[in-house]
């Protein structure tokens, strides 16, 4: 049961970066669209909180058929996205595995997205957290400016 397990997380997961790329795009340009350089750290803070709030209005989500996006917490310059794997205990997972292919995929993914690039040249930092279906910590991500390299 942990290999189907572990295929089918990564599998969900695939498909929720996908989805989650397409989030990021929309988040990005919502934030970095009207940022005008200069404005003080509170505008980015503003900004990110507003996001934040746009999207929870929309949450809870399936995003596919084993991932629920919860919601989306910002404090400060510090975006977490919280996911929970609807069908998996921790016990199905292999937790090093999973969380180093969504780490993997998240910072391609968000490196090449111009709009995100932009806040993380800000200083804004992502957080992705996904949980078991009982609500027990799976893998905790954090992208920074660092993993695009600047």
């Not at 806040?119 to 992502?126: D, E, P, R, T």
């Amino acid at each position: 049961m942990k290999t189907f397990g572990k295929v089918i997380a990564v599998i969900g997961v695939l498909l929720a970066i996908v989805f989650a790329k397409g989030i990021g795009k929309m988040v990005g340009k919502y934030t970095a669209g009207s940022y005008e350089q200069g404005k003080i750290e509170a505008t980015v803070e503003q900004r990110l909180l507003d996001t934040s709030k746009k999207i929870n209005a929309h949450l809870p989500m399936m995003v596919d058929s084993e991932t629920r996006w919860d919601t989306t917490i910002c404090i400060g310059k510090r975006m977490s996205y919280i996911y929970t794997m609807v069908n998996l205990t921790e016990k199905d997972i292999d937790k090093i595995a999973f969380a180093y292919e969504i780490k993997t995929m998240l910072v391609k993914n968000l490196c090449s997205n111009q709009d995100m690039v932009k806040m993380l040249k800000m200083g804004v930092q992502y957080d992705y957290m996904y949980k078991d279906m009982n609500g027990i910590l799976i893998a905790s991500i954090n992208i920074n400016k660092s993993h695009c390299g600047f």
